[in-house]
């Protein structure tokens, strides 16, 4: 599972759930700063907020990195709880078309 066969210079949409987030991490250390997408967007669903893998991670990209975008959902948390981020399935809540 590779970037081989996306073209260059292209937005990515990389949709992950779970531990499924991983290859998506291996692909922006390794390209990030290199000019190899135009946006590198990922979308990332798990259950609890605490489940959300490389969260840090994925936050201190989007901060440094203006390419990069983090899209965290979880499907399991209270609307007006602690958790500020989006809540609900990955399929309802990709847009149609990402910004």
């Known amino acids: 599972f590779t970037l081989d066969l996306a073209p260059s210079g292209q937005s990515l949409v990389m949709v992950a759930t779970g531990a499924g987030i991983a290859p998506f991490i291996s692909m ?11 946006r590198y967007i990922v979308v990332y669903g798990v259950r609890y907020a605490a489940d959300l893998g490389y969260h840090d991670e994925l936050l201190e990209a989007t901060r440094h990195d203006p390419t990069v975008r983090y899209v965290p959902l979880a499907t399991r948390e209270s609307q007006g709880g602690e958790w500020g981020g989006m809540i ?8 149609a078309r990402p910004d």
């Open 28 to 38: 922006l250390r390794k390209y990030r700063g290199q000019a190899r997408w135009q």
């Open 88 to 95: 609900g399935i990955v399929p309802n809540r990709i847009p």
